[in-house]
């Protein structure tokens, strides 16, 4: 049943998604008693409650405000622009590179703050920058299928920001990501060049998450139209439990999977992996079980994000690259303008990637 509890939270999450602002009525004492099925006694100490918090307050003749902030009680901006990396460092050193090199002798200084897959520390960081905002930030966004974005961890409307792959959840804000159609494209064209008869597509990924759904349709498009059959049969999912947390590891997952699969069921021609880190899995996986890559089954990737670093610890990989350092430098232009002051509407920026041979595909 409601409680007092529930009422505060609720207003708190309307006011952190916008829906309610500074100076806006909320809703009658009794409005929000019949909204709750509560006593009226319990709203008041609810009321009270975000009182004492400094959220609303009374107006004579009007009723209860979100509060106006006092401006002298605001923290101050931090003159820093964030770039906050929530994943592993393989490839944080390409993004800070490359907005250092937008943002020199501006200024702002960049400072990465990296979790290491640390989703609590990214959390965290992510609630207090919603507290006190830095000058401007740029957001790789986590895919849902991992972590959830409550509203207490968005940036302030009016903040600069620009995300990195993906967008956030009731927010608006510049975005720049990879053409994932036109990755599906360029990857069913360097399998039909390469004369394979069967495919499978292997990802961490649940069916229909989003960029990689339009990368599997633009594959299948390819695929199909040269008689190359590829379609929901010809990809398998798998949970990864690994990624995150106290001692990370992306690949496991992946090498489990693959040797569970490669027991039970035979291997196609081309083993497709949804990302760099699956694909290492993957041919760890292989190995293990006696094939040869690419002799027995060629594998590629649909992801780089993991560095050069990966080429150390198996043969130079196929992959497609998203170009993750001009990604990141159109983000910090985009930042850039901002913080000078531009105001034009809302931008959304896809960069077109390519095919990188390598050792793992005959």
Same mark, same amino acid.
């Given at each position: 049943?409601?409680?007092?509890?529930?009422?505060? !939270?609720?207003?708190?999450?309307?006011?952190?998604?916008? !829906? /309610?602002?500074?100076?806006?009525?909320?809703?009658?004492?009794?409005?929000?008693?019949?909204?709750?099925?509560?006593?009226?006694?319990?709203?008041? *100490?609810?009321?009270?409650?975000?009182?004492?918090?400094?959220?609303? &307050?009374?107006? *004579?003749?009007?009723?209860?405000?979100?509060?106006?902030?006092?401006?002298?009680?605001?923290?101050?901006?931090?003159?820093?622009?964030?770039?906050?990396?929530?994943?592993?460092?393989?490839?944080?050193?390409?993004?800070?590179?490359?907005?250092?090199?937008?943002?020199?002798?501006?200024?702002?200084?960049?400072?990465?703050?990296?979790?290491?897959?640390?989703?609590?520390?990214?959390?965290?960081?992510?609630?207090?920058?919603?507290?006190? @905002?830095?000058?401007?930030?740029? +957001?790789?966004?986590?895919?849902?299928?991992?972590?959830?974005?409550?509203?207490?961890?968005?940036?302030?409307?009016?903040?600069?920001?620009?995300?990195?792959?993906?967008?956030?959840?009731?927010?608006?804000?510049?975005?720049?990501?990879?053409?994932?159609?036109?990755?599906?494209?360029?990857?069913?064209?360097? /399998?039909?060049?390469?004369?394979? =008869?069967?495919?499978?597509?292997?990802?961490?990924?649940? &069916?229909?998450?989003?960029?990689?759904?339009?990368? /599997?349709?633009?594959?299948?498009?390819?695929?199909?139209?040269? !008689?190359?059959?590829?379609?929901?049969?010809?990809? *398998?999912?798998?949970?990864?439990?690994?990624?995150?947390?106290?001692?990370?590891?992306?690949?496991?997952? @992946?090498?489990?999977?693959?040797?569970?699969?490669? &027991? $039970?069921?035979?291997?196609?021609?081309?083993?497709?992996?949804?990302?760099?880190?699956?694909?290492?899995?993957?041919? *760890?996986? +292989? =190995?293990?079980?006696?094939? $040869?890559?690419?002799?027995?089954?060629?594998?590629?990737?649909?992801?780089?994000?993991?560095?050069?670093? /990966?080429?150390?610890?198996?043969?130079?990989?196929?992959?497609?690259?998203?170009?993750?350092?001009?990604? @990141? =430098?159109?983000?910090?232009?985009?930042?850039?303008?901002?913080?000078?002051?531009?105001?034009?509407?809302?931008?959304?920026?896809?960069?077109?990637?390519?095919?990188?041979?390598?050792?793992?595909?005959?």
């Amino acid at each position: 049943m409601p409680n007092k509890q529930t009422i505060c !939270q609720d207003i708190r999450d309307m006011l952190n998604s916008g !829906q /309610l602002r500074a100076g806006m009525k909320i809703p009658s004492h009794r409005e929000l008693s019949r909204k709750y099925c509560v006593a009226i006694a319990t709203v008041t *100490r609810a009321i009270n409650e975000l009182k004492s918090e400094g959220v609303v &307050e009374s107006v *004579r003749g009007v009723g209860t405000t979100i509060a106006v902030p006092d401006p002298a009680a605001v923290p101050p901006e931090r003159p820093d622009v964030a770039l906050l990396n929530a994943g592993n460092d393989s490839n944080n050193h390409i993004l800070t590179y490359a907005v250092n090199e937008i943002f020199i002798g501006s200024p702002w200084k960049v400072v990465n703050y990296n979790a290491c897959a640390n989703l609590k520390w990214y959390a965290n960081f992510l609630r207090e920058c919603h507290n006190c @905002a830095h000058a401007g930030m740029i +957001l790789p966004v986590i895919s849902p299928n991992v972590f959830a974005y409550t509203p207490d961890m968005l940036p302030p409307p009016n903040s600069k920001v620009v995300l990195l792959g993906g967008e956030l959840p009731g927010c608006n804000f510049d975005v720049v990501r990879s053409n994932p159609f036109g990755e599906g494209l360029l990857i069913g064209d360097y /399998l039909v060049s390469r004369a394979f =008869r069967s495919v499978l597509y292997i990802t961490p990924s649940p &069916e229909g998450e989003q960029p990689e759904s339009e990368t /599997l349709r633009g594959l299948a498009l390819v695929l199909n139209r040269n !008689q190359l059959a590829f379609d929901s049969t010809r990809i *398998r999912r798998y949970r990864d439990e690994y990624s995150y947390g106290a001692t990370p590891d992306p690949i496991r997952a @992946a090498v489990e999977f693959t040797v569970a699969l490669a &027991e $039970r069921e035979p291997m196609p021609d081309v083993i497709v992996a949804g990302h760099d880190w699956v694909a290492i899995g993957v041919i *760890r996986a +292989l =190995r293990q079980c006696g094939f $040869r890559v690419p002799e027995d089954v060629s594998v590629i990737s649909a992801e780089k994000g993991c560095g050069h670093e /990966l080429n150390f610890v198996t043969q130079k990989l196929t992959t497609f690259d998203n170009l993750y350092y001009h990604q @990141a =430098r159109v983000a910090a232009e985009l930042l850039m303008e901002r913080l000078k002051g531009d105001d034009s509407p809302i931008q959304h920026h896809q960069i077109h990637g390519m095919m990188i041979p390598g050792e793992t595909s005959r």
